[in-house]
């Protein structure tokens, strides 16, 4: 993204479209994870990817088809990974 570095607001439009892409990818097979590893050296990993100055990446998304054999996700019920106020406690509106 071209411009002022705003990790916020920019951040939310990037995990927006990330999600967005989601379900094509998903219905061609694909797999893909949003990761933001690369910030760790941001100079050197925006020189390799040809961004000219300043214009900045605020994550990557790789995406390949998975090695393996994956189906549909399995979900957990709700109340055993969503707690109030601590640990634990379980969360009343569940």
């Known amino acids: 993204m071209p411009g002022r ?5 920019h951040l ?3 995990h927006l479209s ?13 797999g893909a994870t949003v990761t933001t590893l690369h910030l ?9 990817l040809g961004l000219p100055p ?11 088809y998975p090695m393996g054999r994956f189906g549909p996700v399995r979900r ?3 109340p055993d990974v969503v707690y109030e106020d601590r640990w634990g406690q379980p969360y009343r509106d569940l």
Do not use: M, N
């Open 54 to 64: 300043g214009v900045h990446s605020y994550a990557l998304l790789p995406i390949g």
């Open 5 to 9: 570095r705003d990790t916020d607001s």
């Open 18 to 30: 990330c999600g967005s892409e989601h379900a094509a990818r998903c219905a061609l097979g694909l």
């Open 12 to 14: 939310g439009l990037v």
């Open 40 to 48: 760790q050296f941001e100079k050197e990993a925006e020189a390799a």
């Open 76 to 78: 957990v019920p709700l």
